[in-house]
């Protein structure tokens, strides 16, 4: 551990996936500069999973894919 402290920004305008389910599969995304926010919609208090932009654009394009299977 190098010391320093690491401050989590607010994410903000977090959305409903357009390809979730209408009862299940739901994620909601929501950005901060330069993080996207990843969370369940159902337990949105469990946690939200923060990752850069490069790296949700990657996962998206695999998922567009069809390479996540």
């Known amino acids: 551990m190098s010391g ?19 009862e299940s599969n739901c994620v909601e995304v929501g950005h901060a500069p330069g993080i996207v926010g990843i969370r369940d919609t159902k337990n949105r208090h469990d946690g939200t999973l923060r990752v850069d932009h490069a790296t949700f654009a990657a996962f998206l394009t695999a998922v567009k894919a069809d390479r996540l299977r």
């Open 4 to 22: 320093k402290v690491m401050t989590l920004l607010p994410l903000k305008h977090w959305r409903k996936s357009n390809r979730s389910g209408a």
